[in-house]
């Protein structure tokens, strides 16, 4: 064994955490190590955000072009050329990839990269490719891999999950997603427009089932007018291979559900279990997330943890801002507690469906006096004018304060929408402000105001 490398600072993984405070504490001058044990980038990168939102895009054009007869747009017939469709996903992804590249390069001089698994072998000790280092810091990113349930007969059939459906040559002719939550939706609407049949299965009562009940209907309807098969309610007694594909035989019922592909899309769990985190003095909870206080401060001093491997939502922005209140902390400045931010998020389907705050029952059950207003979003002029009037949107207000505690859109852009919400409840301010703010028309942008003024005491006399 070679004798053991110090550093000031040790960064276990290339996430969206792990890049950016690796950089920035070593242009600040720290001796930074940066361990990665595959493509830097991480998740978002290279299995998550970039390709699955390349395809999305890919996916919403297919879909446009084929019903443009609704907008008196005359098309022949709309052919995919999936091959051509994961070239271009391959492109953008390596594009990125090589972005991250150079910025890591970029800060050489303070930051040494090694391509490696990383084990803890004792306290603040890790050990790479049969070397040891040690830190005065170190910073856990390694993120979270897709869940596979513990159902009879999956280990024998070749089912594929988020990650590997990235690599697929061919597009399936049926795909059978398990799962009903934001990646089975994803990908279930995704694959629908590409040309193959698809058909979610899900024990769940409704699609998306941590979502506002308005949220999940608006979606279903959705899915179901793009010829979606939605098998809810559904529990998986045994998967079996056949030779056209794979069979699900469900609980109480006689006839089972055939595909031709398996997607497994049920959840993620953290990567922690081949960390050494019993030999480090790392805590970790019973959903094997890396336990952390306000600091990120794992329970060995020094040793922190951000980004999806901490529980919490595990999202490309929330690991972002991970990064920035711990570089804070790092460089011995004061920094805000991660556990009071407010963290908005969005469900890339067509329509999207973004949130933030608390649902109507989350306020309810905490006895909240509240106001809920709820809006189609076909209402908005601007949704008409386009033909884009599925979804809805729903407003959530604090009666005793006027400020808004929840907010959640189904709708064209709704990712974009719901900063409308979040950056005012950021800042902890009156619903007013957007009903006295001066809106253009038309926009999609003013049928959120125009969800505030459906509040009682907004509405126009």
């Known amino acids: 064994m070679s004798a053991q490398k110090e550093a000031d600072v040790i960064v276990i993984g290339s996430g969206q955490a792990g890049v950016p405070l690796a950089t920035r504490l070593a242009a600040a001058g720290k001796n930074v190590v940066l361990v990665e044990r595959g493509h830097l980038g991480g998740t978002c990168v290279n299995v998550g ?107 024998g059939v070749p089912y594929l999950t988020s990650s590997s459906l990235l690599e697929l040559k061919e597009l399936p002719k049926h795909l059978v ?39 999940s209907e608006a979606m279903m309807a959705v899915f179901r007018a793009e010829g ?33 592909h398996l997607l497994v899309a049920t959840g993620r769990v953290p990567n922690t279990g081949d960390l050494g985190c019993d030999d480090g003095k790392i805590s970790v909870d019973g959903s094997a997330h890396i336990v952390v206080d306000e600091s990120y401060e794992t329970s060995t001093k ?29 460089m011995g400045r004061r920094a805000r507690a991660h556990t009071d931010r407010l963290v908005p998020y969005t469900i890339f389907t067509d329509p999207q469906v973004a949130g933030v705050g608390l649902s109507e029952r989350s306020a309810r059950e905490e006895g909240r006096d509240i106001e809920v207003a709820t809006m189609p979003f076909g209402n908005i002029a601007r949704a008409i004018e386009t033909d884009e009037t599925a979804g809805v949107v729903k407003v959530i207000l604090d009666r005793k304060t006027e400020q808004i505690l929840g907010a959640f859109v189904v709708g064209v852009d709704a990712g974009e929408l719901i900063h409308i919400f979040s950056v005012l409840m950021q800042a902890k301010g009156s619903a007013r402000a957007i009903v006295d703010g001066e809106f253009v028309h038309p926009t999609f942008a003013e049928g959120m105001q125009s969800a505030v003024m459906k509040l009682g005491r907004y509405a126009l006399s």
């Open 49 to 155: 955000c970039t390709p699955t939102k390349t395809l999305v895009a890919s996916a919403r054009a297919a879909h446009v072009a084929r019903t443009s007869a609704r907008l008196g747009v005359q098309t022949g017939e709309v052919k995919v050329d999936f091959a051509a469709v994961m070239s271009r996903k391959d492109a953008i992804v390596k594009r990125w990839r090589d972005g991250v590249e150079h910025h890591v390069d970029g800060a050489k001089e303070n930051l040494e990269t090694i391509i490696g698994h990383a084990r803890f072998v004792d306290e603040r000790v890790i050990e790479v490719n049969g070397k040891r280092h040690t830190a005065k810091q170190i910073v856990i990113n390694v993120g979270a891999r897709p869940a596979v349930p513990a159902v009879k007969g999956l280990p």
């Open 177 to 215: 997603i398990l799962g009903a939550g934001y990646i089975a939706c994803e990908m279930g609407q995704m694959f629908r427009r590409f040309g193959s049949e698809v058909t979610l299965v899900a024990p769940s009562a409704r699609l998306l089932p941590r979502e506002d009940e308005a949220v």
């Open 302 to 330: 020094g040793v922190f943890a951000v980004g999806d491997c901490i529980a919490g939502p595990q999202f490309t922005h929330v690991a972002w801002d991970d990064h920035r209140v711990l570089f804070e902390t790092l």
């Open 228 to 260: 979606i098969s939605l098998e809810l309610t559904r529990k998986v007694a045994e998967i079996k291979r056949t030779e056209e594909g794979v069979e699900l035989d469900i609980e109480g019922q006689s006839t089972a559900i055939h595909g031709t």
